[in-house]
């Protein structure tokens, strides 16, 4: 692939233009005529039975034009926020991890401080929040349970009909862990704990929705699975997928937070009833307080090393909060549980985690999807193995690291991997020897050197139907052409990979291609924007779709050169045969001859791609889940305060293997928005609950880091050239964060020898262990 | 209570009937229709409603349009030179300063009214004169090169 043209060179956006003038719209731009506005009750109790809904005196309040509540929902409104589907398009609950939990309004009980009750649609906001407090609601006050340790104790308030409040559960057994730690030299056991992390979006979320004569629902709105939301949404509104039509608007970021909430069935049933155009936008109080971020964990890890390093035994107990309801808990549940350990070569494991529903808000996907926390744990833990190894920790990880054309534990086949290499090139650019063996002494303020190792999946099946990516390319009259794709631009700059990829394969420029935004009625089915799934199967069907449409095209080409199709090229706008560039006609000729000449027709051409991987077998829990998996390090170097607690992040060095950088401006650019989300996730960011009250719902007290923040980031993309990626390609938005908060706790313990076992590692815990540190010293 | 403002709105004087308690966000995306200009937070925490206020960055969330008589008032939407890009959006474009773009209008205009006061900045000035406006996505360094690329295409146009 050394010629590739568009491929692998940096690319600006092909949205920027849009980004940059103002002219973007974002969900909460849209405005219609007749537009009204919707809000939403919230329960103000973390537990309490919902006797009764009065909205009469609402409903009497001028400009109030609709007031719906549970009432008004179809039966079986019961859902989980994602599906999981099966060949037939059923949903998949029984072999999948997956809970069916939840109702458009709660029903009967209110189950977190949040919990939608009832919305009302007015003519202005004014009115509508007038509306919400006419509103009586009779609550009977339950007990409530924040902790989820206590929830899973006897007699705890359940909060659901199931057992000890637990959601769900994996158990794992792999090989012998009792055999394994018998072997081990040393063995360290250790709980970490982590917070609730809010995705931040900076654009809220919003929908409006608009009925047409016919009953046909169209939202605007933003989304990471579209078609996913459709048929979520035709379930729960009780209409057949063809009266609902959505439209993605831009998205002001989304990080696993804006895949489908409550917000978007609401908005509909506001229009179905007000019969006119609603807009529903959450404040950013309601985006906290409300929307699925971070679960909290608590990890129990214990695991054992051989004289040598080698990684003999891990066990692992995990308690997730799922909070209220289950969201895709399970499969979030299902990261933490395995995926760590395919990054080294485990063959001992034993793991037994829970997820468990408590009072508070529910959590939710978000980039990392449960690796980070667990990460966090096993990277923390691999630092303190290898000082009781005595052993440099990146001779450890080194050691112990995965290889390409491994299988693990798990049944993970590993057809590209880089991660010594991206050890080895992080170690060295960050001058690892020479700052580890640093005396620390000498300086008031400590300086410390961290590593934290990851592996991610570029998709994950959990399963069995499909899994994969549509796209369709056209060609026009005058050789524009159009790409439609079903994944999802978030900002991350999928049209952008996509439109070089349709360029590359047509010899064409990206400034040819129209890529439009997302409409169901139009666009290819595709499962969307998670699991770091878009470049890699939305890539390879796009490609495909690509070179369908060159084959069409080559049979007009071949026409006019009298030349065998398949002996055809198509390059820097000009299409000749093989060896004759002499004999050239322009794309743009042949475009037109296509769509023009009598008998011609327009070219569509089409991409499908579904991954080789295969879902867990659902007793044994083996199976290759991805087609792909991502690998990186990152060194953080910091500066502690021991005064304050202060840390000073000083520079990060993050090496990831990519597969292929397709746009490598724009791999750069996640994989700095994610280091700093990661620091976030390390040092500050941490939504507090008080009695099941979130305690900083806005950025003056809930604090993301600012330019202020930021520090030095040198940023490596180490290309393995993935074997079944598109050019290579892998996945690259969320993996740049799993490592990050461990790297900096590492770094931290090196500075000052305190280990923060808990997230996020703040000055007041970091003057806490210092303090309990001098005190174990004096006491010696 | 209606009142009637003279305002001078990206370079156009305009006549405005607003109710007092209106907040310049709202008026400029409900009443004006321009939405460049972005909610992230409505308390003044972010600075993605950041617009220009008699040549000064403001949070619009925060300011009533009563109080607003004779004020010039420009937005994203008025950042154009004529009909030609700003430096700091074309930088911005070039170097991958906006990835969802949702705080990128705060951020050009508190951009362009650093490189008004400070045509060269240093790097630390342009982290401190854009710490108010918070970016979920890029991690901010292609902001800080974008800003610092406008400003060197500026200096380069004065000259020249
Ligand atoms: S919306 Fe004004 S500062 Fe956030
Ligand atoms: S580009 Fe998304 S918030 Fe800045």
């Not at chain 1, 080294?344 to 034993?350: D, E, L, S, T, W």
């Not at chain 1, 690509?546 to 198509?570: C, N, R, S, T, Y």
Request: aromatic residues 6%; contains cysteine.
């Amino acid at each position: 692939m050394a010629d590739l043209r568009v491929v692998g060179h940096s690319h600006p956006r092909v949205d920027g233009l849009d980004k940059v003038t103002g002219t973007a719209r974002f969900s909460p731009d849209i405005k219609l005529p007749r537009m009204i506005v919707g809000k939403i009750l919230r329960s103000p109790h973390p537990h309490a039975k919902v006797f009764h809904v009065d909205t009469s005196r609402a409903a009497r309040l001028p400009g109030v034009k609709a007031i719906v509540t549970a009432a008004d929902t179809p039966d079986g409104n019961r859902r989980s926020s994602t599906y999981q589907f099966d060949d037939q398009g059923e949903r998949a609950a029984s072999s999948t991890p997956m809970v069916m939990d939840q109702t458009v309004f709660c029903e009967g009980v209110a189950r977190f401080v949040g919990d939608e009750v009832a919305a009302v649609a007015a003519i202005d906001e004014e009115t509508a929040l007038e509306a919400l407090s006419l509103i009586k609601v009779d609550y009977d006050l339950l007990p409530p349970v924040f902790n989820p340790l206590k929830a899973m104790e006897p007699g705890a308030p359940l909060l659901h009909d199931v057992e000890r409040n637990i959601a769900y559960k994996f158990v794992i057994r792999r090989g012998d862990v009792e055999e394994g730690f018998a072997q081990a030299h040393v063995i360290h056991e250790e709980i970490y704990t982590t917070q609730l992390q809010h995705q931040a979006y900076l654009g809220p979320t919003a929908c409006v929705a608009d009925v047409d004569g016919a009953g046909r629902i169209s939202l605007w709105t933003e989304l990471q699975s579209p078609f996913r939301a459709r048929r979520l949404l035709s379930d729960m509104l009780g209409l057949p997928a063809s009266k609902v039509r959505i439209f993605q608007t831009h998205v002001g970021g989304g990080f696993g937070g804006k895949h489908f909430k409550r917000v978007q069935p609401i908005c509909a049933l506001l229009a179905l009833k007000a019969r006119r155009p609603v807009r529903l936008c959450l404040t950013r109080e309601e985006e906290f307080i409300a929307s699925p971020p971070r679960h909290a964990t608590h990890i129990r890890l214990k695991m054992g090393a051989s004289r040598d390093g080698a990684l003999v035994a891990k066990e692992t107990y995990i308690v997730l909060n799922s909070g209220a309801y289950g969201e895709v808990g399970p499969i979030i549940l299902d990261t933490m549980t395995k995926r760590v350990d395919s990054l080294y070569r485990f063959a001992n494991i034993k793991t037994d985690s829970f997820l468990v529903y408590t009072n508070t808000v529910p959590g939710g996907a978000f980039r990392g999807f449960g690796n980070p926390p667990m990460d966090f744990a096993l990277e923390s833990h691999m630092d303190t193995l290898a000082e009781k190894l005595a052993m440099d920790p990146v001779e450890l990880r080194l050691k112990n690291a995965r290889r390409v054309g491994e299988v693990s534990a798990h049944g993970w086949e590993v057809k590209s991997c880089a991660l010594t290499e991206c050890i080895e090139k992080a170690a060295e650019a960050s001058r690892w020897k020479e700052k580890r063996a640093r005396a620390k002494s000498s300086r008031s303020k400590p300086r410390g050197i961290g590593i934290g190792c990851m592996i991610h999946v570029s998709g994950c099946r959990y399963y069995p139907g499909f899994y994969g990516s549509n796209a369709v390319v056209t060609i026009g009259d005058n050789g524009q052409v159009y790409l439609l794709s079903g994944e999802s631009e978030l900002g991350q700059g999928c049209k952008t990979v996509m439109a070089q990829i349709v360029a590359e394969e047509l010899g064409i420029r990206v400034a040819d291609i129209v890529v439009p935004d997302l409409d169901t009625d139009f666009s290819p089915h595709s499962l969307g924007a998670y699991a770091d799934r878009t470049t890699h199967i939305g890539g390879n069907a796009t490609r495909l779709a690509a070179i369908d449409a060159k084959q069409q095209l080559f049979e007009f080409a071949a026409e006019m050169l009298e030349a065998d199709p398949g002996d055809l090229v198509a390059q820097d706008g000009r299409i000749f045969p093989k060896g004759s560039p002499q004999r050239a006609v322009t794309f743009l000729e042949v475009a037109r001859r296509s769509w023009f000449r009598a008998g011609g027709k327009e070219i569509v051409g089409r991409g499908s791609w579904d991954p080789p991987s295969v879902p867990p077998d659902p007793e044994s829990q083996y199976g290759n889940v991805s087609s792909a998996y991502t690998f990186g390090a990152q060194v953080a170097e910091v500066e502690v305060d021991p005064k304050t607690g202060k840390v000073t992040i000083l520079n990060f060095t993050a090496a990831h293997d990519v597969g292929k950088a397709i746009n490598p401006m724009a791999v750069e650019g996640q994989l700095e928005g994610a280091l700093v989300q990661g620091a976030g996730y390390g040092l500050m960011e941490d939504m507090v609950g008080v009695d099941g009250r979130t305690y900083n719902p806005n950025f003056l007290n809930y604090r993301l880091p600012t330019m202020l923040d930021i520090a030095p980031m040198k940023i490596m993309m180490v290309e393995s050239n993935d074997p079944v990626g598109p050019y290579g390609a892998k996945g690259v938005a969320e993996p740049a964060l799993v490592a990050t908060a461990p790297a900096l706790a590492n770094a931290v313990y090196h500075a000052i020898g305190v280990r923060i076992t808990s997230l996020p590692v703040t000055p007041q815990k970091i003057l806490a262990a210092l303090r309990a540190k001098e005190a174990k010293r004096r006491s010696e | 209570m209606k009142k009637t403002i003279h305002v001078t709105l990206n370079g156009r004087p305009t006549n405005l009937e607003v109710p007092a308690h209106r907040l310049l966000l709202d008026l400029l995306r409900d009443e004006i229709g321009l939405t460049g200009t972005k909610e992230g937070c409505g308390t003044g925490d972010c600075g993605a409603c950041t617009v220009l206020l008699d040549g000064k960055p403001v949070n619009s969330c925060l300011i009533f349009s009563g109080e607003l008589d004779g004020a010039d008032i420009v937005t994203i939407e008025g950042l154009k030179i004529g009909p030609e890009l700003h430096p700091v959006q074309k930088a911005f474009i070039q170097d991958g300063g906006a990835q969802c773009g949702y705080c990128t209008p705060g951020m050009l205009m508190m951009a362009k009214s650093l490189l008004d006061e400070n045509p060269d900045p240093s790097d630390e000035e342009i982290r401190f004169a854009l710490s108010g406006n918070l970016c979920r996505c890029t991690g901010y360094a292609k902001i800080v090169q974008a800003v610092q690329d406008a400003a060197a295409e500026l200096r380069a146009k004065r000259a020249g």
